[in-house]
């Protein structure tokens, strides 16, 4: 018998809705909010706000474009964390309430377990997915990991940032620049056209498979300042070189660890998420490297490297095959690993 599975995201500022069924994708719809554009930032309280507003339509869409009757739905998926409190709950409580009226179960879902099994989405029946151990590389606006995934439910941090977040490192030296948030996407634009020799900046020296990316944003920020001392117009003039410099140095900050984690585990697949993922740069240094070392890369379509919701009903899928299903009295968890 076939297992329809609707999953529901909405951990931070997009509401998203989508069906899988079987490990193939029948929709994904996603609801992204302006609201926060002009705050530079997410604010918690109105992301709450606008999945209240968001969550009936997208979850209506999702269902319609799937072409399915809820009644046809196995079970459903949510997002349990980590992200916004109150974000969550709106999607932890619709998820709830949905199941109860449906009869169907629910299953809940980490995040970043959801960002790992994107690759599991399949879009045709014989799209070719990793196979197991394999490395992911999980960069995001909150987290920077290095995961080895022994089976979809079997997954462990091998490194971590102590600091920032690969993404922060991207959004706080945009902000510096005067780009707008989030600035990772500018960083990427800009870059593009740089020169990536033009300045260096501090990397960090700490030992194991952990990051760090508090040195390179000071560092950063230091040379900014110098500079501008001496030339009002410094940044202006020197936009695209010192984005293009910046992803330089974060890139070669990444793949030093992934580098190390690989010959320490000895696998021969690599994949990456998250939405630092979606960079050029970073896509390209990944796949460039597995080409060298003869390795296997796998590189999310841009749609799943940020929020989605087809993520999160493909770890519910596999949860719901393995009869993992989450009881009514669990609440949304703010922080955890994978
Ligand atoms: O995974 P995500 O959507 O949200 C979290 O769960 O954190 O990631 C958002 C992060 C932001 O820091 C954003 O600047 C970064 O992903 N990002 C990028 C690019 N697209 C998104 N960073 C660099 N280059 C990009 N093209």
Redesign the pocket.
């Given at each position: 018998m076939s297992v329809t599975v609707l999953g529901i995201e909405s951990?931070?500022d997009?509401t998203s809705a989508a069906v899988i069924r079987d490990g193939v994708l029948l929709s994904n719809v996603i609801a992204s909010q302006d609201v926060h554009a002009e705050y530079g930032g997410v604010v918690p309280e109105l992301a709450s706000r606008a999945h209240q507003q968001n969550i009936v339509p997208v979850v209506d869409t999702a269902l319609k474009r799937a072409g399915i009757d809820k009644h046809d739905l196995s079970a459903i998926a949510f997002t349990r964390g980590p992200?916004l409190l109150g974000s969550l709950h709106v999607g932890t409580s619709f998820a709830k309430g949905l199941s109860l009226g449906l009869r169907v179960p629910i299953v809940d879902v980490n995040?970043l377990h959801g960002?790992v099994l994107s690759h599991f989405i399949r879009r045709e029946e014989n799209d070719v997915v990793p196979e197991y151990p394999f490395l992911c590389l999980l960069?995001?606006?909150?987290?920077s990991q290095l995961i080895l995934v022994r089976n979809y439910n079997d997954m462990e941090i091998l490194g971590r940032t102590i600091d920032d977040?690969?993404?922060?490192a991207?959004?706080k030296c945009?902000k510096v620049m005067g780009l707008p948030?989030?600035?990772?996407?500018h960083?990427?634009?800009l870059a593009a056209e740089g020169d990536a020799s033009k300045f260096k900046f501090a990397k960090p020296h700490i030992p194991g498979l952990d990051y760090s990316f508090s040195g390179l944003k000071t560092s950063f920020l230091y040379t900014l300042r110098d500079n501008v001392k001496l030339d009002p117009d410094f940044i202006e003039k020197n936009l695209a070189d010192l984005a293009a410099s910046l992803?330089h140095t974060i890139i070669d900050i990444l793949m030093d660890k992934l580098d190390k984690a690989v010959k320490q585990t000895g696998v021969r697949t690599v994949a990456i998420g998250?939405?630092?993922s979606?960079?050029?740069?970073?896509r390209d240094a990944v796949a460039a490297y597995c080409q060298r070392r003869g390795l296997t890369a796998f590189i999310p379509p841009r749609l799943f490297?940020?929020?989605n919701a087809a993520m999160v009903a493909i770890a519910g899928y596999y949860k719901y095959i393995d009869r993992i299903f989450c009881c009514y009295d669990q609440v949304p968890y703010a922080r955890v690993g994978v």
């Open positions: 951990s931070c997009d992200g995040h960002h960069v995001s606006g909150g987290n977040a690969a993404g922060e991207f959004d945009a948030y989030p600035g990772g996407p960083i990427d634009r992803q998250g939405g630092v979606a960079n050029s740069g970073v490297t940020t929020d």
